[in-house]
């Protein structure tokens, strides 16, 4: 009798919860946002099948009629929401697809950037199935990393234009066609994405949203810096017998000096250096279009070459160029007959955790809350690789990870969670309502 009161007591108790939420749910939510949410929900199903559709275009990065398939596939879409499209040719020998553009320019509130992308690791010639669906999970090519991003974008922006939330609003969005392989040179290969940049307030990037170790959401506030070094060294050569003396120490010597000095003098927090390969002997070569080397030399002649390359990672400019110029001080300390000399180029510049991208976070965070679907921490920037937000990073507040929930990203095992789809799509339209108020 007792315990089936307590439980009676218990159960009221949580109804009484229950329906309190809602109401506060329903207080945190105006009424336009209200509607946001019960449009992204009614439509979510469209946005399962546009991603299917998306998906079944294999569009490899280097498979540039595919990119510019699904371009036309998305373009149309964000037409059919009032944006104005267009594509963006890269050069001939640049051998990539191009962008896709779309926006819609108003007078009213932030000016919002969101940021795609059309290309996959998976080229034409892979046997990964590009769709399995057990109605929970899909599987295949491309789904997380980011078509189901591309396809939350547009279920965002559906809601927002479809209570008329989208007029006088100034947003743009740039999928890019060669995020996995990006083009070379940078500069042109992101001029759009950068030009767009600089006519925006905040920038959204939808890649895959991960989850912290607690299991709880989270946004990217910050992605490091990714480039790459280049070591040459030089030594006097000679007989071996006459090692460490008259004839100096040989270039492998120097060499492995440099490289233990750098991981001796340099590891910090959120810095790393990897050395990556090496080649050294009396003649050396490297080729970096085939990533490959060649080395000739005798056990008993002091080696004249050693060509060492490795990369460099870092989360904020001043930590680069610190790390820079540390590597170069070590570098020129020279032993006797030898020379070495190093160069540095940077890919991927960093997207420092600043306080404007926590700023943004703290208000998708809250966003989330209102809708009832948690708040959202932010993920440890040492452990994301690059992304196309680091372009951008440096003009705008930023946030990335805002995309699809999965897993397994540029592998065969690549996943979504349907039910993120909806998630990230009720979150990113509120922010966005919220962002160009
Ligand atoms: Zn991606």
Do not use: C
């Not at 779309?102 to 769709?131: C, M, N, Y």
């Not at 299991?215 to 030089?234: D, E, K, M």
């Not at 460490?244 to 060499?255: H, K, T, V």
């Not at 110029?325 to 540095?344: D, K, N």
């Amino acid at each position: 009798m007792k315990t089936s009161h307590a439980i009676r007591q218990a159960l009221a108790l949580l109804l009484v919860t229950a329906a309190a939420l809602t109401q506060a749910q329903a207080q945190a939510l105006s009424a336009d946002e209200q509607q946001l949410v019960a449009h992204v929900r009614r439509h979510t199903p469209d946005a399962l099948r546009l991603l299917e559709r998306s998906v079944l275009i294999n569009s490899g990065t280097l498979n540039p009629a595919g990119v510019r398939e699904v371009g036309a596939l998305f373009g149309a879409e964000f037409e059919a929401l009032g944006f104005k499209t267009r594509w963006v040719d890269m050069p001939a020998d640049m051998k990539r697809a191009g962008h896709l553009v779309a926006e819609r320019v108003g007078e009213h509130g932030q000016r919002v950037l969101l940021i795609g992308h059309l290309d996959t690791v998976f080229e034409k010639d892979s046997t990964v199935p590009p769709w399995q669906s057990d109605g929970s999970k899909v599987r295949g090519q491309g789904v997380s990393d980011m078509k189901g991003g591309d396809v939350i974008v547009l279920l965002a922006l559906r809601a927002l234009n479809d209570i008329g939330a989208l007029q006088g609003r100034t947003v743009r969005a740039v999928f890019t066609g060669d995020e996995e392989r990006v083009g070379s040179p940078a500069e042109v290969a992101r001029a759009a994405l950068v030009a767009a940049a600089r006519q925006s307030d905040v920038a959204l990037a939808f890649e895959g949203a991960a989850q912290d170790e607690q299991g709880q959401p989270t946004g990217t506030v910050g992605r490091r810096a990714s480039g790459s070094w280049h070591l040459q060294v030089t030594a006097r050569t000679g007989h071996s017998a006459g090692v460490f003396g008259r004839d100096g120490f040989g270039a492998l010597y120097e060499a492995a000096r440099i490289l233990n000095a750098f991981q001796e003098q340099l590891r910090e927090p959120e810095l790393t250096f990897n050395a990556a390969t090496i080649v050294g002997g009396t003649s050396a070569a490297w080729d970096d279009g085939q990533s490959q080397g060649t080395a000739f030399g005798k056990s008993n002649v002091i080696p004249r070459d050693a060509i060492v390359r490795g990369d460099l990672r870092y989360l904020t400019a001043e930590q680069g160029a610190r790390a820079r110029e540390r590597m170069q001080a070590i570098v020129e300390q020279s032993l006797p007959g030898t020379r070495a000399r190093i160069s540095f180029h940077e890919s991927y510049p960093p997207m420092a955790p600043t306080p404007g991208n926590m700023r943004l976070l703290a208000r998708y965070s809250q966003a989330s809350d209102d809708a009832g679907l948690g708040t959202v921490a932010a993920f440890p920037p040492g452990q994301r690789g690059a992304g196309d937000v680091q372009f951008v990073a440096p003009f705008v507040d930023s946030l990335d990870g805002l995309g699809a929930g999965g897993g397994g990203a540029h592998t065969p095992d690549e996943y979504l969670d349907i039910a993120s789809i909806q998630r990230s799509a009720i979150r990113a339209a509120l922010l966005i309502y919220r962002l160009t108020r």
